[in-house]
């Protein structure tokens, strides 16, 4: 029987990989002994110090706080109205100015006037004639009284001439009323403004043939001077306006830009809708500005500040220090040994950058406005902005001894 034997080759691979294997275990004991091999040292501030965090600080202040509420508003006219034509005629001629001011009373246009003339002339005529039948039935019933008294006719044709006479007094007022209601349709050839305002544009030209009552108008006088916002706040903002409202108190309320940086304007709030919007939950209020600069124009988008009472000696700090936790709201504050620590914090009320702290610190408090990402409890920090504060480029300069207040280094 022949016996199968493992070629020359075959018998020596395993003796390669061995002596890979512990060359690769040789090359690495010796560079983990090497310099090269070694971790690098960490960095630090020699000595062992802790570093230092840079925070700006503000301290905590008492102070009497105006509280306002906060709403979005829209400027509407405090009275508008469409001038329209009461009769039928060619408009002959436009006596006012688009975008002009006009007072209560100011002729804006006329409307050809001889058809109503006309008119008043043939009433006036009706109205004599009538009034010449009445004077002379008068008279006849005055002869016919002295006839009855000395019984020379009979008591029916006294009757019959005091009924004519009642009769032609009927005629006469209904006459008088015919006179006045042409005399009143010629008046109104005269168009005139019948509210103070200002005039939009011109809707028709002179030469045109008007309706009385025609929709469109002659011009639309829109009432600037005093002139209201319509503005909403949430229902649970309407406590703490219906408080001072009730106790007769005027609340002051400011316009401010879109932009809500330019005060626009101070007004009063002037009254509240009689129901909340369900669908949005707000409530509607109407604010009026006497608006003398004419800086609020109809449909112009504002936001409103609206002063409802004022915090006294309330103790507050920037609303920017105050931060969020698992355990609510606290603040970093800088003791007097220049170490950090947490305070936990109950808010109050808030008006725009400032917020009232009810509890957890005291006037004099310095908390952190910026800084507070690095920040730990009990970190050693360096506040900038500070007087003197060391590499602090905003520190503002000492003054030499002896220079006047004006003198700069």
Sequence with gaps: MSEHLPSRSTRRVPWVWIVLVLAVLVGGVYWWQSDAGKPAAPKGPPGGMTPMVPVRVQAAISENLDIYLRGLGTVTAFNTVTVR??????????????????????????????PFEVALDQALGAQQQNQAQYENAKRDLQRY???RK??????????????LVRKFEGLIKSDQATVD????????????????GRLGLRRVD???LLNANDPAGVVVITQTQPIAVM??????????????????QTLAVDAYDRADLNRLAEGKLSSIDNQIDISTGTVKLKAEFANQTDAL?????????????????????????????????????????????????????????????????????????????????????????????????????????????????
């Design 85 to 114: 034509s009461r009769v039928q005629g060619e408009l002959i001629e436009v006596l006012f100015k688009e975008g002009d001011s006009v007072k209560a009373g100011d002729v804006l246009a006329r409307i050809d006037p001889r």
């Design 297 to 409: 124009f109809p449909n112009q988008f504002v936001n409103i500040r609206m002063k409802v009472r004022t915090l006294q000696d309330a103790l507050t700090i920037p609303a920017a220090a105050v931060q969020q936790g698992n355990r609510g709201a606290f603040v970093y504050v800088v003791e007097s040994d220049g170490l950090a620590s947490v305070k936990p914090v109950k808010i109050g009320d808030r008006s725009g950058e400032r917020l009232v702290i009810l509890e957890g610190i005291k006037v004099g408090d310095r908390v952190v406005l910026e800084g507070t990402d690095r920040l730990r409890a009990g970190a050693k920090v360096r506040v900038i902005g500070a007087p003197g504060a060391a590499g602090d480029q905003n520190a503002p300069a000492r003054r030499p001894a002896g220079a006047p207040e004006s003198a700069r280094p």
């Design 231 to 248: 503005f909403t706040l949430p229902e649970n903002d309407l406590p703490a306006v219906r408080a001072p409202m009730l106790l007769g």
């Design 181 to 196: 209601n042409a005399r009143l349709q010629l008046s109104y050839t005269t168009i005139t403004a019948p509210i103070a």
């Design 206 to 208: 002179a030469g045109n």
């Design 150 to 163: 000395q019984d020379s006719i009979a008591p029916q044709l006294l009757d019959t001439q005091a009924a």
């Design 145 to 147: 009284q002295t006839l």
